[in-house]
């Protein structure tokens, strides 16, 4: 089989890839975020969000849209606004809900959703906020326009090419989420405590906030 990629090219951007998604970012603090506040199903929501948004700048980058956005200040703009305004958005609401937990009562903990109980009714926002989040990041885009077109040929599509360099990238994403998820399931009954609920929403909101200045000014 011939593929678009193969051999020392291949296993280079295996290296890359793992490299740029075990950085801490964007999408790693918001999986945390869900994962710790509402359970592993919640995280999971996310990354299947921010796995599925990937073909969205598969799409752009092979029609070249992605190009044509870059190389435009005043689209560059406009994407970097919206995202880093998402981000603001996420971060604020997190604050004032660690703010609103402060004279929640102790049993409160019980409306807290444990990692048993469906999330089927807030399923659809944890996969809009990992889909959103990871369409607006101007970060994901430099990775498909910088990065992606080295290991490109001229002896296939182009679309093809992103398309099978996007899968790996997801593939990679998978596994690493994977683990967090794990972990936060291991570790999360011993954090439902009010207290440290309020320093995970105000830490992760802060994060939030710092990042969509990151990206803002970018």
Known sequence: MNLPISGNELYSFIIVM????????VNQILVLQSGLNFGHKAAMYNVVGITS????????????ISIIIMKSPGLLSLFKVLGSGYLMYLAITSIISAYQLRNAPADIINEIPVDNEPVAEISRDFFTKGFTTNVLNIQTSLIFLSIFPQYMNLDHGLFIQSLYLTLIFIGLMLVWYSIIIVL???????????SIQRRIKTGTGFLLFVMSIRMLLK
Request: proline share 3%; glycine share 10%.
């Open 18 to 25: 793992i490299l740029m998604i075990i950085t801490p970012g």
């Open 184 to 194: 936060i399931f291991r570790i999360r009954h011993y954090l439902l405590d009010l």
């Open 53 to 64: 948004s990937m073909f969205v700048h598969t799409l752009l980058s092979g029609l070249g």
